[in-house]
């Protein structure tokens, strides 16, 4: 079973290039300041960032490095971030943007209904893009249409 949470992006913690985890994940971490593995959305190969454990003046865990990830994905305050423990013995860890999660969702569904090869497979895909963009079938249909048209 995958352990993971979701940290809303600050302004503040944007700025600095980093990710502050909350108290009640440090378990999760390392008891130590070091380096741990860290894969980005779905990426296969992790980096190895910077983690500073629980402090108490600061009250959080930190991880690190992640300007570049930022600048590279966009992402903006507000933006929900997903952190996923997948190997504690290793400590790596997954780090996904949730709006690209969504993004690329889409875009797999849409490829499918696209090649959708019976209307019974079409309104299977068109249902499913539905619940990810969540729109009604309908209007996601006559959308699908036109970007097909352009």
Do not use: C
């Amino acid at each position: 079973m995958k352990q993971h949470f979701t940290i809303r992006v600050s302004a503040s913690r944007l700025e600095k290039g980093l990710l502050a985890i909350p108290q009640e994940f440090t378990d999760w971490f390392p008891r130590e300041k070091g380096l741990i593995e860290v894969a980005f959305d779905d990426e296969e190969k992790p980096k190895a960032l910077m983690f500073h454990p629980y402090d108490r003046k600061i009250k959080e865990s930190r991880i690190f490095g992640l300007s570049r990830w930022f600048s590279e994905r966009g992402v903006r305050k507000g933006d929900l971030i997903t952190v996923a423990l997948q190997d504690l013995d290793t400590r790596l860890y997954r780090i996904t943007l949730d709006r690209f999660v969504q993004q690329q969702r889409e875009q797999k569904a849409r490829e499918k209904l696209r090649a959708a090869r019976s209307d019974a497979e079409a309104k299977q895909e068109l249902s499913r893009l539905s619940r990810f963009t969540r729109k009604r079938p309908r209007e996601l249909a006559e959308e699908e249409l036109l970007r097909i048209a352009q």
